[in-house]
């Protein structure tokens, strides 16, 4: 009798240790999937220009859904919802890596300005990277964009436009007297000096026209691509 008290007891526990591991799995996957839903959201441009868009977002919360209820891992992301990384492997994606965190149009990466922190800060998170140039960004299939999460896991949603071929006023130079003369090292906004950018519609991979004339300081942080 105490042996089959005793063995009962044991599978009693066993079952106990079980259901919640599911549970918080499915638990997680949930948390997570409406986190990616927000975000997925708040990407998508307002209004009626964004219906396709929340649309998408729609869509794959669904399938994340479904792929959560037969989850057995205790925690995301391999609870079975396609959770995004804060970085993409070189070696399945066309042309972008990854991102590095955003902002203004004085890189400063790395401990170093310009291109050569970003170039150095890609390298270092993205081995055999650089930053992704104009060209690069809008030869990049939109598989590679879709998603996007930069370093620090941000949903990256517009890229400084890099292009050596651009006027360097139009690169965010250091045009004041005794700067540098660099590109992408302006830290103000009493010269000429700005940058461009374009935008992203983060759920579809979708890039938006070219925007020129922008403040280096003042027009919001953007991101920088890694590209291989």
Known sequence: ?????SVVVGL?????MAVPAHAKCRSDCKQAIKSEFRAC????????????CRAACAASRRADR????TATSPTPPNCGASTTTTTL??????????????????????????LPGANAACSTNFPGSHA?????????????LAGLRD???????????????????QQCQDDVAGGSGLNWEYATAHTGSRGQKVALTNATGALGPLQTGLQCNLSGNNWVGCCH
Not at 96 to 102: N, P, Q, R, S
Request: net charge positive; with cysteine; glycine share 8%.
């Open 1 to 5: 009798m105490k042996r089959t008290l």
């Open 12 to 16: 009693v526990i066993i079952g106990l």
């Open 41 to 52: 959201k708040a990407a998508c441009p307002r209004h009626k220009p964004g219906k396709s």
């Open 66 to 69: 479904a792929t959560c209820r």
């Open 89 to 114: 492997a070189a070696s399945t994606h066309a042309v972008v890596d990854g991102a590095l965190t955003a902002t203004a149009g004085r890189f400063n990466y790395n401990a170093t300005l310009g």
């Open 132 to 144: 992704c140039s104009l060209a690069e960004l809008q030869s990049a299939p939109a598989s590679d």
């Open 151 to 169: 370093t620090g896991g941000a949903t990256v949603t517009s890229f400084w436009a890099i292009d050596s071929s651009a006027p360097p006023l």
